[in-house]
């Protein structure tokens, strides 16, 4: 009886998170829509202007490279690559449905941004106004980089937080996947590239499409749970903390 009712207690606790998860999520997608509604119309907010001028002015020298690095990951082919590995490899040790849900992330993100960027059509930065790495075409809204890197490596720690038992080692882990996307809004903002309105509107999209792909896994690892074959592996054990 007491066991019953722990598991309603839980279940009542697992579904008022899901509901202020969802709320979560949908209030981002419509500030997102408001945003990409205003940076239609207005090529750049006053505050994009003084914010990108105090981080230009602000980065020293020696993080130039570094920034620059973690933007080359974003760029095909190379960003191709770098994923597709680690695709790869979660399918060759065995997470064939995390490694497609991984390929789900990059292929949506970088899909939504090319079904979104020309509708908005935003211009980049002015090379008369700020100081600009390299021109770049239209197509400043939302920043690419920040939706592609917030989603693929979003997923990834989630992953991380699911699969990887110990937490000495997990912990670890998720700061090392967590760098990429708190650095590349920095430097899309440092190198001219974006306006820091786009790279919030690059973090309000990958983060909504993240919560999407979630979703997607979560459900197909329940019903991966309910039969056996090639995605079905420790189903119960996942399912139970989905």
């Known amino acids: 009886m007491a066991k019953r009712a722990s598991e309603e207690v839980a279940a009542g606790a697992r579904e008022l998170l899901a509901r202020r998860d969802h709320v979560t999520v949908t209030l981002i997608a419509i500030g997102f829509g408001v945003l990409a509604l205003l940076a239609r119309t207005i090529a750049y907010f006053s505050i994009d202007l003084v914010l990108t001028r105090a981080v230009q002015s ?10 620059a690095a973690v933007t080359w990951i974003g760029f095909p082919p190379q960003s191709n ?11 060759l040790v065995g997470y064939r449905l995390e490694g497609l849900m991984t390929a789900v992330a990059a292929v949506g993100s970088a899909g939504l941004w090319y079904l979104i960027a020309p509708l908005v059509d935003r211009p980049r930065p002015s090379p008369e106004l700020v100081d600009v790495a390299m021109q770049l075409p239209a197509g400043s809204f939302p920043s690419g980089h920040v939706v592609n890197l917030t989603a693929i490596f979003g997923f990834l720690i989630y992953l991380a937080l699911l699969l990887v038992p110990s937490a000495r080692a997990r912990w670890p882990l998720v700061l090392i996947l967590l760098l990429p996307i708190v650095v590349i809004g920095f ?10 309105s786009d790279v919030l509107g690059g973090y309000m999209l990958g983060c909504v ?14 019903r991966c749970s309910k039969r056996s074959g090639p995605f079905a592996h420790d189903g119960a054990a996942l399912a139970s903390r989905l």
């Open 187 to 196: 430097a899309r903002i440092e190198d001219g590239a974006h306006w820091p």
């Open 58 to 67: 602000a980065a020293p020298p020696w993080l130039v490279g570094p920034l």
């Open 81 to 91: 690559v770098i994923f597709g590995a680690v695709i790869l490899g979660l399918v």
């Open 209 to 222: 499409w993240l919560a999407v792909t979630i979703q997607l896994y979560r459900w197909a690892r329940r």
